[in-house]
């Protein structure tokens, strides 16, 4: 009875293990067109063009490379420029000299067989004004301690005043190193020892990924309250470090596609991260289309 059980039991379980799951059981999704292009006053439009892919769909990824893509731009209502495909660039641009301008109203249209005509709008916000800073350190664990220098950890804390008309509602903040610092054994490098970026300002939301700070306040960004720490030497008499602080400001939509592209790409090797899905601007298609401004403010301590 015993061996008439087991041979029952070896019998259920092999043919559970042979049910298998076609691939008609999951669903394919149709391709979409993927338009990608950020502007600034700086430089003309460039197009970037491809096509999604069902995450089943074996076939290779590609450009859509064509000079079958009608393109085109509204200023304001008004058309602005139309592109063709470039080649040697792989992208489509339009005229070198037909730049942007920041505050107005720009929409694109992108037409290409097979596809539902994608659009989508956005604008050039203005620079971030810086109106003024402050900035203090604290040494937080000393290595050695001389009449001169501190070697060691320390934190370094800045506040920034802003121009609250102008920032806009959407700030991403990151440093640039404009100078380094060699003394003795001891190496000091401004973009390798930032640690820990974070915004005290409990008035703004921020995420730090990517050695960029994102800061979004739905009222309007006026202060920040910047603290990160540096490892290293630490002048006492005379300026260690000079930084540049980039501040880009642009629309909430363009806001969070970089965010979150920002954040899956710094947790795509982590396999216990949560899944961060990457927003859209486009109609009928995906991608961005988004405009950003720049400038840069230089701080010394």
Not at 26 to 54: A, G, I, M, R
Not at 90 to 116: I, M, Q, T
Request: contains cysteine.
């Amino acid at each position: 009875m015993k061996h008439l059980l087991y041979i029952l039991f070896v019998a259920v379980l092999i043919s559970s293990c042979e049910k298998t799951e076609k691939v008609d059981d999951f669903p394919v999704h149709k391709s979409q067109l993927v338009t990608n292009c950020f502007f600034n006053e700086d430089t003309c439009f460039v197009f970037f063009l491809s096509k999604s892919l069902s995450p089943i769909d074996n076939a290779p990824f590609k450009n859509m490379n064509s000079s079958n893509a009608f393109i085109r731009v509204f200023e304001n209502g008004i058309l602005f420029d139309s592109f063709r495909y470039d080649a040697s660039s792989k992208n489509y641009h339009g005229d070198e000299n037909k730049r942007p301008k920041v505050g107005a109203l720009y929409k694109f249209e992108c037409s290409y067989p097979g596809f539902p005509l994608v659009y989508a709008e956005d604008y050039i916000p203005s620079k971030a004004v810086v109106k003024k800073h402050s900035i203090y350190t604290n040494v937080t664990r000393t290595w050695e301690n001389t009449d001169t220098a501190v070697y060691g950890i320390y934190n370094v804390n800045l506040k920034v005043e802003l121009d609250p008309v102008k920032t806009g509602n959407c700030l991403i903040l990151s440093f640039e190193e404009t100078d380094s610092i060699l003394r003795g054994y001891y190496y000091y490098s401004s973009s390798r020892t930032k640690m820990n970026l974070k915004d005290l300002n409990p008035e703004n939301e921020y995420v730090y990924a990517g050695n960029k700070l994102f800061i979004y306040n739905e009222k309007g960004i006026k202060s920040l309250a910047l603290q990160w720490e540096n490892y290293g030497v630490l002048f006492k008499n005379k300026v260690t470090v000079i930084q540049d602080l980039k501040l880009q400001t642009c629309s909430k939509s363009t806001f969070e596609y970089l965010r979150r592209m920002t954040v899956q790409g710094e947790n795509a090797d982590d396999p216990f991260s949560e899944p961060t899905p990457i927003s859209n601007s486009i109609q009928n298609g995906f991608g961005v289309f988004g405009g950003i401004n720049e400038m840069k403010y230089r701080f010394r301590y």
